[in-house]
Nanobody
Framework: QVQLVESGGGSVQSGGSLRLSCTAS????????MAWFRQAPGKEREGVAT?????????DYSIGNRFTVSQDNAKNTLYLYLQMDNLKPEDTAMYYC?????????WGGGWLISDCWDYWGQGTQVTVSS
């Protein structure tokens, strides 16, 4: 059973930084994708960044170069990180770690679709004040 646990959220002022972490257990495949999604109040979930087992990354265009996704792995456990710099009030949201990208979504923008991911963590709240 895949389990995802996020940490690192909090409250910061505009321009500040946070580093989110996700511990993923139960991922048995050597070929995997992981990603960060976020959901602001009253809005749909949106993809933020994704990384695969080769370390290839993609970002939603709205992020610019403010966020950096990275990963690490140890026996039976994957670690996903999101370094967020120059945070803005519009970055305020619940941030989710996800994994297991559906094969039907293995095309350029497929990772941005929330329904394409099978496993979700509980989320960690990020609040940015102006």
């Amino acid at each position: 059973q895949v389990q995802l646990v996020e940490s690192g959220g909090g409250s910061v002022q505009s321009g500040g930084s946070l580093r989110l972490s996700c511990t993923a257990s139960g991922v048995t495949s050597s070929y995997y994708y992981m990603a960060w999604f976020r959901q602001a109040p009253g809005k749909e979930r949106e993809g933020v960044a994704t990384i695969d087992n080769h370390g290839i990354t993609r970002y939603d265009y709205s992020i610019g170069n403010r966020f950096t996704v990275s990963q690490d792995n140890a026996k039976n456990t994957l670690y996903l990180y999101l370094q967020m710099d120059n945070l803005k009030p519009e970055d305020t949201a619940m941030y989710y770690c996800v994994t297991e990208l559906s094969p039907r979504c293995l095309w350029g923008g497929g990772w941005l679709i929330s329904d394409c991911w099978d496993y979700w963590g509980q989320g960690t709240q990020v609040t940015v004040s102006s």
